[in-house]
């Protein structure tokens, strides 16, 4: 089955439609979750790959089944753990201070603005010679250089 790779925004700290507003590194997970559709169980639509909290929001990265890429958004369910209410009557919506990610589905629609996929592009698997080729000691010591690097900066 081919895939694509794609990444977006799982949640962004604005206001849903469910008058919801989920803050910044609010959510936790302790293994990464599944990527449903649709947020049906039985779905799969592939694996997450990264998820990450950065200064704009909740970062993600999977890997997607071909059939599910015009789907264009995510959105996540949780459990809420620690919340707070703003507002009165029809300006109300809650925070979310603390949660636990259960699941991110891809879907169509999302509740949260700005949670859409950003990149999608077709995946290439890694072949088998490319896989078993010896990494030599300088190439490690370049990579974690860079690495290195891209953490500080």
Same mark, same amino acid.
């Given at each position: 089955?081919?895939?694509f790779l794609i990444?977006?925004?799982?949640?962004?700290?604005?206001?849903?439609?469910e008058d919801h507003l989920v803050a910044? %590194?609010? $959510?936790?997970w302790s293994t990464l979750p599944p990527l449903l559709v649709e947020h049906e169980e039985?779905?799969?639509a592939? %694996?997450? $790959?990264k998820l990450a909290w950065d200064e704009k929001g909740l970062a993600i990265t999977a890997l997607l089944d071909r059939e599910y890429k015009d789907q264009g958004a995510f959105s996540c369910?949780?459990?809420v753990l620690a919340h707070r209410i703003h507002g009165k009557s029809r300006d109300a919506y809650a925070e979310v201070l603390r949660g636990t990610i259960r699941e991110i589905s891809?879907?169509?629609r999302p509740a949260c603005p700005g949670a859409i996929i950003t990149s999608c592009v077709p995946y290439v698997a890694p072949t088998a010679a490319r896989a078993e080729t010896p990494i030599t000691k300088s190439a490690r010591q370049a990579e974690i250089a860079r690495l290195l690097a891209e953490m500080r900066s």
């Open positions: 089955m081919s895939q990444s977006g925004y799982a949640s962004l700290p604005v206001r849903d439609v910044l %590194k609010a $959510l936790t039985k779905q799969v592939g %694996k997450i $790959l369910r949780f459990g891809i879907v169509s």
